[in-house]
């Protein structure tokens, strides 16, 4: 018989069928890759050409530097924030779109239930119904200009082919800028900035409910030694309390210490302790300076990520007097305003001024169920519900119980309502009122505009050109009355509370200090009277504000170019003690019989006292210091965490104080009684980081600091799709400094912008950010700028020559 069809005939047949197959893929290929081509690039920002815009009264130029760096030439305010809101838009929306929906609690909406617990705990605050509130209150002229920002935002965004690539990838169409979503930008910020008062305040209550009193104000200091405020002198940290008061050996029988329980009793881990970062900010006046002008130097530092929260502009327009306004600094994109920076006349910059502006609120129970007691009387609980939108998901209801004071947030380690009176909620809280400063000619006018700022409580500095400086605060003061709010309390009697805000006049102001000379880095800044207003919501160490003071009272001549060296010092001042403590340690007889500390021991002799990234010796020493902290204050604070497993000791930032006492003084008493004595629990601090720091297998020599402290700016994205990463992400880079040197840079968090200015001298001015201007990853400006950022190169304030030029045009309604 005749085999079944021709072979050769069917391999023919199967080698069309394969090439048509092979050509048809290509071809869907091809179409889906033409496709995301064009929907990717059709999301890039205008750069150049010509742009009608419905609600501009005259024709706005935006003209691009070659780092994408705008600027906005406009005939009148308005219409400048017009053009602003459309270049954030262009370049920033999702970030935009991030800020607002993180303050509003409605992130689960856009990327869908995994931000369901950020949702949860931010739309407790109810941070959109507080904004419109917010606008309502706002003057029509500021209505005018939020207007007219938003319709850029709006304008922006359709002006794009396509919308941010974000959204290709979340399947989601983006939803448009409302006037009110400016202040939820801000309210993100102050998410951002005092969300840890209440837990630190809550920790303060459960040290003083369950320790003695004297042991609980020895661990929880006011300041050290460490302190460098512009009025008044260092806190010295309280004395231990004596063995008649507390005493270790008679506590309850510890766990044995080892690897799984090592640190029971603190939340953090002792890397984790010091993740906390901060600002810097300082300024010199004229007589200091070779040009007779003030001297303003900013550095914000924040998380670090892609796109950087800040966004660098260039703002002209009439100042209707026949001259015109320059104002260069950088931008929140969703607020049309330049929040650091300088108008040819005065300058000003921040830092975050942890002052105590939330109390927590003990509720007692009225006499019918569902109520609560206040000064007038028994109140019952307002009871709104929420509805949590959820992408791919059902609708979440969250329900939210409001007091006269605040909403409730918890319960407290006795199982008692507590609830929140927080700044944040009061409708003076944000407002546009820094926009004024722009108009500023001295530090006395700006001084006026900055108390009256609706924002999170700032230190902030100002320089003008005739040579002045000054210091205060922005943001509203409540007046307390019946206690210091350091502790949760019950407000019922009417005996404690808040009774109005502080007038501008009330404000505290330093202003041309004889020195010459004022600085801030988020420590504890005034004493006395101005302390009691501000009172202390969680001051940092001051070792990083001692090491800016000192190093400007070491020369009586400053230029930008000595406040970028400032801002890029790396000595390890701090840690300099800690050093010589492990030296002995490694140096005592016990510490000999053990050869495999001999490498350690040469390492942190030969440390040289920076962090360095080629340093081993100040990575075993920061690492030593977190060790002895975990073993000397583990056993002290373990009743606080098993009556509250939200206890976290590490939100008490003075630790240090208490710490160096325990070392130095080494009382028995106070000493695990794991340990025979305080060398000891040393060397067993230094064995465990000698292990830590080997815990991978390679040499310890390949441990050096920058193997640590690497920084990888990440694009939010990049983290839940990490094969976007190479696409998204900056390279990880190993940089120097810490936490407690002006050269703030530890994982994750840095300098967000570094500024030095001297106004009406912006030619010599100095500013760089990490990472680029644009948020697409395909904009030539993503990553535009960043590698001056990360060597500490003196990037020039002013924009470049243009490079590209766009014009924005009115158009009719």
């Not at 000595?562 to 790396?570: E, K, M, R």
């Not at 140096?587 to 990234?613: C, F, I, M, N, Y």
């Not at 794991?674 to 230094?686: I, K």
């Amino acid at each position: 018989m005749r085999p079944f069809g021709n072979p050769s005939r069917a391999r023919d047949r199967w080698r069309r069928w394969a090439l048509v197959a092979t050509l048809g893929l290509l071809a869907s290929l091809t179409g889906v890759g033409g496709w995301l081509y064009l929907r990717l690039h059709g999301s890039l920002a205008r750069l150049e050409g010509v742009v009608p815009l419905v609600g501009l009264s005259a024709p706005v130029a935006v003209e691009r530097d070659s780092l994408g760096i705008p600027t906005i030439r406009g005939e009148n305010r308005l219409d400048v924030a017009h053009a602003t809101g459309f270049v954030h838009a262009q370049e920033r929306f999702f970030q935009m779109d991030l800020l607002r929906r993180t303050a509003a609690g409605e992130l689960a909406a856009l990327v869908g239930a995994g931000a369901l617990n950020w949702d949860r705990a931010h739309r407790l605050h109810r941070f959109r119904q507080r904004a419109r509130q917010a606008l309502t209150a706002t003057p029509p002229a500021d209505q005018a200009l939020v207007a007219a920002y938003a319709a850029g935002v709006n304008a922006g965004l359709a002006a794009l082919s396509a919308p941010p690539f974000e959204y290709l990838l979340l399947r989601i169409a983006p939803e448009p800028w409302r006037p009110e979503d400016a202040a939820l930008v801000v309210h993100a910020m102050y998410l951002d900035l005092q969300s840890q008062q209440w837990p630190r305040e809550s920790a303060r209550g459960v040290l003083r409910d369950r320790l003695p009193p004297e042991l609980a104000a020895f661990l929880d200091s006011p300041g050290t030694e460490w302190d460098a405020p512009l009025q008044g002198e260092p806190f010295p940290a309280p004395p231990p309390p004596g063995p008649e008061i507390f005493d270790l050996r008679h506590q309850r029988s510890p766990q044995p210490l080892t690897g799984e329980n090592r640190g029971a009793g603190i939340a953090f881990s002792t890397q984790m302790v010091e993740m906390l970062s901060g600002s810097n900010n300082w300024a010199v006046a004229g007589r200091l300076t070779a040009h007779g002008g003030a001297l303003l130097a900013n550095d914000m530092h924040l998380p670090l990520r892609l796109p950087n929260i800040w966004y660098r502009a260039t703002l002209i327009y009439p100042d209707g007097r026949g001259g015109e306004r320059r104002i260069h600094g950088v931008t929140l994109p969703g607020t049309p305003a330049v929040v650091a920076g300088g108008n040819g006349r005065v300058a000003w910059g921040h830092t975050n001024s942890e002052g105590d502006w939330a109390d927590l609120v003990i509720l007692e129970p009225g006499t019918e169920n569902g109520t609560y007691r206040t000064p007038e009387g028994p109140r019952p609980f307002v009871r709104s519900w929420e509805t949590l939108v959820v992408k791919d998901a059902a609708p979440e209801r969250l329900e939210i119980l409001e007091t006269v004071w605040g909403p409730v947030v918890d319960r407290d380690h006795q199982g008692r309502q507590r609830a929140l009176r927080w700044v944040a909620h009061d409708a003076r809280a944000v407002n546009l009122n820094l926009l004024a400063l722009e108009g500023a000619a001295t530090v006395n006018a700006a001084l006026d505009i900055v108390n009256r700022a609706g924002a999170p409580a700032q230190n902030v500095l100002l320089a003008d050109a005739d040579g002045h400086i000054a210091w205060t605060l922005s943001g509203p003061i409540p007046r307390r009355f019946g206690h210091d709010g350091r502790l949760p309390s019950s407000w019922a009697d009417g005996r404690r509370g808040w009774s109005g805000w502080l007038e501008p006049a009330e404000y505290p102001r330093i202003v041309d200090p004889p020195g010459g000379r004022l600085w801030t880095a988020n420590g504890r800044v005034v004493d006395g009277a101005w302390l009691s207003v501000l009172g202390d919501g969680g001051y940092m160490l001051g070792a990083r504000a001692r090491q800016i003071r000192d190093g400007l009272l070491t020369r009586d001549r400053f230029d930008e170019r000595d406040f970028l060296a400032l801002q890029l010092d790396d000595r390890a001042l701090f840690l300099a003690r800690w050093r010589e403590l492990l030296l002995a340690t490694l140096t005592s007889d016990a510490a000999r019989a053990k050869p495999q500390w001999d490498e350690l021991r040469r390492h942190v002799a030969d440390w040289g006292g920076r962090a360095a990234t080629a340093s081993v010796g100040y990575r075993a020493v920061r690492a030593f210091r977190l060790q002895v902290w975990e073993r000397a204050f583990a056993p002290l604070t373990a009743v606080c965490r098993r009556a509250d497993p939200r206890f976290d000791y590490s939100l008490l930032r003075q630790s240090e104080g208490p710490l160096w006492e325990l070392v130095s003084q080494r009382p028995p008493h106070l000493l695990d009684p794991r340990y025979p004595d305080w060398p000891a629990l040393l060397l067993d601090a230094a064995d465990a980081t000698l292990a830590e720091l080997t815990a991978d297998g390679r040499p310890l020599a390949a441990h050096t600091w920058g193997d640590y402290n690497q920084i990888h700016i990440q694009h939010p994205f990049s983290r839940f799709l990490p094969w976007l990463s190479g696409w998204l992400d900056l390279p990880a880079q190993a940089l120097p400094g810490d936490l407690h040197m002006p050269r703030l840079q530890i994982p994750g968090s840095g300098p967000s912008e570094r500024l030095a200015i001297a106004p009406g001298r912006e030619r010599d001015g100095i500013l760089h950010l990490p990472g680029g201007q644009s948020g697409h990853p395909l904009s030539p400006f993503y990553r535009a700028g960043h590698a001056a950022w990360a060597a500490g190169e003196p990037s020039p304030l002013l924009p470049g020559p243009t490079v590209h030029r766009l014009r924005l045009e009115p158009k009719a309604p």
